[in-house]
């Protein structure tokens, strides 16, 4: 008998071991960033709805590309954008939260006024007149 190095506990016998490895981690994880989520928005639901002055500090858009090769190798590209702007109160504390698309564009840096949210939930900023 000679040396066979893909017999009884070789590399064959390994990978099925490691697919399910890595599905059930994929698993977990799918299922705590589920359970985060949910978390998250039952405290912003308990959380009361409070209306500070504020400031514009900031803004941000974090940008996701993607790409997906399909079966008959077209290549297609796509992007997702997420919008955030940072508020400072008259104590000195900043927030960044969450807004809309069509609210970022409406928004400047350095503008005050009222700024509404329920805990990390953007509702809404009511510029001041100047």
């Known amino acids: 008998m000679g040396f066979l190095p893909f017999s009884?506990?070789?590399?064959?016998?390994?990978?099925?071991?490691?697919?399910?490895?890595?599905?059930?981690?994929?698993?977990?994880m799918l299922i705590v960033r589920a359970v985060q989520g949910a978390a998250q928005?039952?405290?912003?639901?308990?959380?009361?709805?409070l209306t500070v002055d504020a400031a514009?500090?900031?803004?941000?858009?974090?940008?996701?590309?993607?790409?997906n090769t399909?079966?008959?190798?077209?290549t297609t590209f796509s992007s997702s954008?997420?919008?955030?702007?940072?508020?400072?109160?008259?104590?000195g504390g900043r927030m960044e939260l969450r807004v809309r698309d069509s609210e970022y564009g409406m928004l400047?840096?350095?503008d005050r006024g009222k700024l509404t949210f329920q805990g990390t939930r953007y509702l809404g900023f009511d510029r001041e007149r100047s």
């Open 108 to 110: 400047a840096e350095g």
């Open 70 to 74: 399909g079966t008959d190798n077209m």
């Open 8 to 28: 009884g506990f070789g590399l064959f016998s390994i990978i099925p071991t490691l697919v399910v490895l890595i599905f059930v981690v994929v698993l977990v």
């Open 41 to 49: 928005w039952k405290r912003n639901n308990d959380s009361p709805v």
């Open 56 to 67: 514009v500090i900031t803004k941000r858009a974090d940008v996701q590309h993607y790409q």
């Open 81 to 91: 954008t997420t919008y955030y702007a940072t508020f400072e109160v008259p104590s």
